[in-house]
């Protein structure tokens, strides 16, 4: 054994002699002189399995991981499934599932890029954002960022990532508001969940985008199936919080007064919720929106086409106005959406009264 294997075998039995140590200290009944009795036979059973572990050729004390062979093949297995899925089940997905969307998407698409002229559309999210927040502010600010966008020349590329924003975020609020309103509901779903957003959150987008084209080639539907997947988390967490947020002393009145579970659930618990979940809708409009330029690799058109078009001809102006309209229609959404949560939370609170 070299001077390393020794080095990292001290390393390892002192690590599980002060985890039994501490695990051990926990019980009471349990003497100074026994435990550290115990703590020691922990760490000398894992010494002896370490060196014999070594030395039948698993390498486990070796310096830089071992071997080049995994001993856990869970790439190939991963690799080994999803083959089966698209063999299986590629064929009849993409018949059912992906060209429906792909089809209402490019319906979308086609409607505001040639159905309703640029002036129009800027004219009707103005009086979206004025509806929202009754501020003439906001409204000359959305219609402003239109016009922006417009001079810029960027008018089909923005009117394509908002159809596929909007479906992703549809898509992501049919799948993510029900998953929120269960955790919210039940400590035990909450449990299994959290582990599961805990791994898409953290899961590196680029990720998902390889099984999804297996299963569904490039273009729309992959980006659209990504950005959802990616855009979840923040919703169902957001939506979970809401509901476990309202006050406890309103429960018992709506209870006290014999509502009903679900009446409990959409008249007292939902709107009083409502702020958290316009809140993670913000948050998975943003997320997505940080999808585009990623989904853009894998043939999905608009804002983050023209970044990536940017980045290949090493063209830094067309990287950063398409940027730019990418932060404009996010700001417009964000502050669209927060304006209609606040005010619906108002409307609420004005008919409690």
Known sequence: MSFGGI???????????????ILIKARQDVTPARRFGLAGAAALVAAVLLVVADFAGLRVLAGGGGGDTPLLPLADLIDRAVDWLVTEY????????????VYAIGFFERFLYQGIAWPAMAIA???FAYHASRKWTLAVFVAAAFVLIWALQLWKPTMQTLSLISVSILVTALVGLPLGIAMGLSNRFRTVMMPALDFMQTMPSFVYLIPVVMLFGLGTFSGVLATAVYAA??????????????????????TAFGASRSQKLWRVQLPLALPNVMAGVNQSIMMALAMVVIASMIGVRGL????????????????????????????VLDRITQAYGRRMQAHYRAGEH
């Open 7 to 21: 080095v990292s075998l001290l390393l390892i039995v002192g690590g599980v002699f002060a985890a039994a140590l």
């Open 90 to 101: 590629g064929d009849a997905l993409r018949e059912n599932i992906s060209n429906p969307i």
């Open 125 to 127: 999210f103005a009086l």
């Open 233 to 254: 988390p923040p919703l169902v967490r957001l939506t979970d919080l809401g509901l476990r947020l309202v006050d406890k002393e309103v429960m018992e009145a709506a």
């Open 304 to 331: 983050g086409q023209e970044v990536f078009y940017g980045l290949q001809r090493q063209e830094p102006g067309t990287g950063f106005t398409a940027g730019l309209c990418i932060v404009l229609l996010a700001i």
